[in-house]
């Protein structure tokens, strides 16, 4: 009798999974190069919602490449509840002040410090092609989506020094628990 | 079934806002830095108490950011604060309703464009407010000494509050 209510009159979770970016090849060759602050995702990525209240409370991130070099690097996720045009591929972030008012919240993704030990922040996943590794990490992000179709418009920053990303995808699944 | 959310259990609620004109002359440490404690509509009931889970903070000016080190004091009924820019002086009365204080580090500030900074904590602050009270007053103290605001700067924010 008490399960049919979980999930009814209580919370229950969920799991929403997608393709945050997709690094490229510049040229043959050579690979995306970003430098600090610079933005990541081409705009805002948009990740609808099954619901408006909740938490996010852990996000898993897995990279893919079909050629060997995938680099552990940190980033910023910002979450916003507006799309944001400001966010330009390559160029450094420029928020304004009307963007920051649909702020969510932000997820600060470390290499060597989200995990221990330090330098093992990403999993490396089975040494075959596709090279593939992961992360995970717990957070806390309770979120109010003002919509009657919830999106969660994502943008991705570099916050290391300077990285060159070679040809791969990188997923993000986010484990909601709803209100 | 979504109508018996917040009715069996918690919800969860975000409110902006605003710490209003701010004093363009320097403050000191330990300085009130609004005029007056700001209202937060916090509680569905009388009496009724909640967590504050996240508050969100955003600097915009035409000059330099100041990103400042702020304590967030939470009273749970009305209270008058000393004046916006003199130094922090609560009464006894006073801190018989506190609820809690939140500190914001400079640290904790990220800028985000030109002008632009925000600032992001999970306190998970316990409030209940007073017997008469539905709403929370929080009062902005500046924690460091020499933070001077160019005419026209703000700084507003949200709260998310999950409410009992």
Known sequence: MLNRYLGQIGQDRTVVKFLLNHYGIIEPGESERFTINQIMTTGSVQVPLPFQNGVIERVIFEQESVIFGLLEHSFRLWMFQDTITSAVRGATKAFTSNEMDSLVSYIDIRNGVDFPPPNDSWFWGEQSVPYANMLQKNVNVPFIINSEYPVLHIVQEYTGSVVRLGDSEIFCTLIIKRD | ?164
């Open chain 2, 1 to 164: 079934m979504e109508f018996y959310t917040g009715k069996t259990g918690q919800d969860r609620v975000l409110r902006a806002f605003d710490f209003g004109t701010l004093d363009t002359a320097a403050y000191a440490a330990n300085d009130i830095l609004t005029s007056g404690a700001i209202s937060i509509d916090a509680a569905r009931f009388l009496g009724f108490s909640g967590v504050v889970e996240r508050i969100i903070l955003k600097e915009t000016t035409s000059g330099t950011l100041q990103a400042p080190a702020i304590r967030l004091w939470f009273f749970g009924s009305a209270i008058t604060p000393a004046a916006r820019n003199s130094p922090q002086a609560f009464t006894s009365s006073q801190f018989d309703i506190l609820v809690g204080y939140a500190d914001i580090t400079a640290a904790d500030w990220i800028t985000g464009g030109t002008g632009v900074a925000i600032a992001q904590i999970t306190p998970n602050l316990i409030y209940n407010c007073q017997a008469t009270s539905k709403t929370l007053y929080m009062v902005p103290e500046l924690k460091a000494a020499g933070e001077t605001f160019a005419s026209g700067a703000t700084i507003k924010g949200q709260i998310v509050l999950r409410r009992d």
